[in-house]
Nanobody
Framework: QVQLVESGGGLVQAGGSLRLSCAAS????????WGWFRQAPGKEREFVAA????????LYGDSVQGRFTISRDNAKNTVYLQMNMPKPEDTAVYYC?????????????????WGQGTQATVSS
């Protein structure tokens, strides 16, 4: 049974930093892209970042470009999201996703497996 478990969420002050992790179990995802998405209360799900199978290509949403960094460790079957200089508007539940394709994509339909989400709250 495949499971994706996010961790690292919590409360952080604006301008600080937070690192989210997402560990997969049940199968290996070294050949697949990973993505991070988020959803704030009352808002639609938003693309945050994606990384291709070998880490050579990364994509970022406009609102996080230059502040957040996605990375992966295939040996640990884990993806990370380093959140630097977070802003209150980054407050949301963050979800990791993987599966289906090796290329990074901002389209949530191109990911087969999803984590349960982790809350990140940025205070002003």
């Amino acid at each position: 049974q495949v499971q994706l478990v996010e961790s690292g969420g919590g409360l952080v002050q604006a301008g600080g930093s937070l690192r989210l992790s997402c560990a997969a179990s049940g199968r290996t995802f070294s050949d697949f892209a990973w993505g991070w998405f988020r959803q704030a209360p009352g808002k639609e799900r938003e693309f945050v970042a994606a990384i291709n199978w070998n880490g050579g290509t990364t994509l970022y949403g406009d609102s996080v470009q230059g502040r957040f960094t996605i990375s992966r460790d295939n040996a640990k079957n884990t993806v990370y999201l380093q959140m630097n200089m977070p802003k209150p508007e980054d407050t949301a539940v963050y979800y990791c996703a993987t599966g289906i394709y090796s290329s990074a994509s901002l389209n949530p339909s191109l990911y087969a497996y999803w984590g349960q989400g982790t809350q990140a709250t940025v205070s002003s």
